[in-house]
């Protein structure tokens, strides 16, 4: 006895359609879904200093407008490939976010030609470098080097209260006079070593 062929004339039957999702199937896409949001974030920067460093840089206020708005101001000058900065991002990200409203955290990078003038009226030859100004935009102080989350926030308390600086290791008042003071005898400016030299 032979099979007979299918009956070509009769239509196709229907696709048949997937039964709907389970809970814990939807559970689970949920959660490859947050781990490939997670890990794009990672990937583009979200979760390290670097990415840190340039999200305060991008919010940051400029320069002139910071020192004319009545608080005080707090001016890192920093690298995305310096250690001690990168080290230093998270404690500094805090401390604008504690501190927003009453006080600015400006940030300027070293390696970016626009910040060339900063560079040279602070004399930057290392980083991090903190400027510390008043709520007159006044400059006060200097810090020179890496800073722990405590000692941040004890230069930042002494600003906000315009109380004298803390006493730490790399710590100095400025002066108007400053500036003056770095020219040579016959009215030039020694050379200041590059900052972008230093590791």
């Known amino acids: ?60 206020p400029d320069l002139p407008v910071a020192l004319a708005d009545g608080r005080p ?9 310096c250690e001690a900065c990168r080290a230093m991002a998270p404690a500094m990200e805090k401390l604008e ?7 600015d955290v400006v940030m300027l990078n070293v390696d970016n030609p ?20 008043d709520a007159a935009g006044q400059p006060v102080g200097r810090s020179l080097g890496a800073r722990s989350s405590g000692e941040l926030e ?18 100095g008042a400025t002066s108007s006079l400053a500036g003056e003071a770095a020219g040579s005898a016959d009215g030039s400016t020694p050379a200041m070593a590059n900052p972008r030299s230093h590791g």
């Open 1 to 60: 006895m032979t099979a007979n062929p299918p009956d070509s004339s009769l239509p196709p039957s229907p696709p048949q359609l997937a039964a709907p999702l389970g809970r814990r199937e939807r559970m689970l896409l949920a959660a490859v879904a947050a781990i490939l949001a997670l890990a794009l974030l990672w990937m583009r920067g979200g979760l390290n200093p670097a990415g840190q460093l340039e999200k305060l840089a991008r919010q940051s």
């Open 73 to 81: 101001t707090l001016v890192e000058f920093y690298a995305d490939w």
């Open 97 to 103: 976010q504690r501190h927003r409203g009453s006080l």
């Open 114 to 133: 626009r910040w060339q003038p900063e560079l040279d009226q602070y004399a930057v030859n290392g980083i991090p470098q903190l400027e510390l100004f």
């Open 154 to 171: 004890s230069l930042v308390q002494a600003l906000i209260s315009d109380a004298p600086l803390p006493q730490l290791a790399g710590v």
